[in-house]
């Protein structure tokens, strides 16, 4: 099939632990470079894997649409809904915490 022209893709392995810390958190692997909890060694590994990965999907950029500039308006757009959708679930998840505390303290 590769002589017919098709590109095989290989994703590396990301370190365990790095990876966990980036699945704890949520995160992309760009957040995961940024992150206030993120130290020396996942952020080195993190770099490391996205240079990697990124030299593995370069035959394919085009299959993708890499090679094309995306709309100004639309990313950005995208970046900022994900922020915002990502605040809310966090201010829910600590609603729901506190409503579980008070809850507990009427109960006792």
Partial sequence: MLAEGLVELVMPDLFYKSYDFIDRHALTFN???THQG???VIKSRIKSWLAEFEA??????????????PDDCYYPAVVEKSKEL??????????????????ENIAA
Avoid: C, H, M, V
């Fill in 86 to 103: 990502r605040e809310n679930e966090e201010k829910e998840k600590a609603k729901n915490q506190d409503s579980n505390l008070q809850s």
């Fill in 38 to 40: 993120t130290n020396i």
């Fill in 56 to 69: 593995q999907i370069k035959p394919a950029f085009n299959l993708f649409g890499f090679d094309i500039q």
């Fill in 31 to 33: 957040e995961g470079q």
